[in-house]
């Protein structure tokens, strides 16, 4: 089994930063590929980031290119986002996940592809 815990989350003003963390356990991390997802009142959850288990591909929602960036410390069996330039419409809950699959060399974007997911972490943008 795989446990994975997020934080980081928060209120922030339009044009503020935030870093969230996904630290994960049972499992490592390190062989898998990792996403970070999205889910605001009302909406379909959203894919926003993934990083491949060797760190050498990422990839990214195009409402989220150039202001958020994933990364991994396979270390600390920990997954980040960091999130610049935030908008009112980033406001959601925000989960990360674990894709079980070795097959893809690149991470995957579709919520079904994932196993497992932490319980998320609320992120508001106030404007």
């Known amino acids: 089994q795989v446990q994975l815990v997020e934080s980081g989350g928060g209120l922030v003003q339009a044009g503020g930063s935030l870093r969230l963390s996904c630290a994960a356990s049972g499992r490592t991390a390190s062989n898998y590929n990792m996403g970070w997802f999205r889910q605001a009142p009302g909406k379909d959850r959203e894919f926003v980031a993934g990083v491949n288990r060797s760190g050498t591909a990422t990839h990214y929602a195009d409402s989220v290119k150039g202001r958020f960036t994933i990364s991994r410390d396979d270390a600390k069996n920990t997954v980040y986002l960091q999130m610049n330039s935030l908008k009112p419409e980033d406001t959601a809950v925000y989960y990360c996940?674990?894709?079980?699959?070795?097959?893809?060399?690149?991470?995957?974007?579709?919520?079904?592809?994932?196993?497992?997911w932490g319980q998320g972490t609320q992120v508001t943008v106030s404007s």
């Open positions: 996940a674990l894709d079980r699959s070795i097959w893809y060399d690149s991470p995957r974007q579709r919520a079904y592809d994932y196993d497992y």
